[in-house]
């Protein structure tokens, strides 16, 4: 079974922080994933990146950045967390060539007060 | 610009019944078409996939349906139960991208 794993399942930042957000893969895909997820917004791609050290914008990068310097390690940055990067973040990963069949990790719940 | 678009954004079905999901998309060149599901406090998981050159495919109590021409399909889930309470995104993809395009997800609670 593919698994998709994520440092944690809550988080509460303040204003300001630096905030890290791990995401590790067991199943050598190349393709990682990152998505925030909100309320009638449904999924939307922040960073994503399919190959080491390899990374590309998605459709919301702004005050994100990240990290990839292992295959199976994925790092989600927020340099200057913000309250409307509250959200519920979702980590997924896939095959080179079946970028369409994710496999996400439960994600993390992250509050910015 | 949203390239799936998914209605409704949520459905309250009874027991028994079918529940329907559509989805609309505009760009031709995708020619994969995911379902996923997401239960709460858990990640998406691909539930179902179609091709274009495929009109409907099921797989146990569900289904999806594909109009090509009209560039829209649906998933219906017949029988519903309880257990199938979840939200569910559409999504579309090409080869070239790799990436899914999602919609913006349907809420659906099957009551008792």
């Known amino acids: 079974d593919v698994k998709v794993t994520q440092s944690s399942r809550y988080l509460v930042k303040r204003t300001g922080e630096k905030v890290f957000l791990e995401c590790v893969q067991d199943m050598d895909h190349e393709n990682m994933f990152w998505y925030r997820q909100d309320p009638g917004l449904g999924l939307r791609l922040i960073y994503f990146?399919?190959?080491?050290?390899?990374?590309e914008k998605g459709d919301i990068p702004e005050g994100y950045s990240v990290s990839r310097e292992k295959k199976e390690r994925f790092s989600l940055i927020l340099e200057s967390a913000s309250t409307n990067q509250t959200s519920m973040y979702l980590c997924a990963s896939s095959f080179g060539d079946r970028g369409y069949e994710q496999y996400f990790g439960p994600g993390t719940r992250l509050t910015v007060t | 610009q949203q390239q799936v678009k998914q209605s409704p954004q949520s459905l309250i079905v009874q027991k028994g019944g079918i529940s329907i999901i559509n989805c609309a998309y505009e760009?031709?060149?995708?020619?994969?078409f995911p379902w996923y599901q997401q239960f709460p406090g858990k990640g998406p998981a691909l539930l179902i996939a179609?091709?274009?050159?495929?009109s409907e495919k099921k797989e146990g109590r569900f289904t999806i349906s594909f109009n090509k021409s009209a560039k829209q399909f649906s998933l219906h889930i017949m029988d519903s139960q309880p257990g199938d309470s979840a939200t569910y995104f559409c999504?579309?993809?090409?080869?070239?991208?790799?990436?899914?395009?999602f919609g913006r997800g349907t809420s659906l609670i099957v009551h008792p």
């Open positions: 760009n031709t060149a995708f020619d994969y």
């Open positions: 999504a579309g993809a090409s080869g070239g991208s790799y990436i899914p395009t």
């Open positions: 990146s399919y190959d080491v050290k390899m990374k």
């Open positions: 179609i091709r274009p050159d495929v």
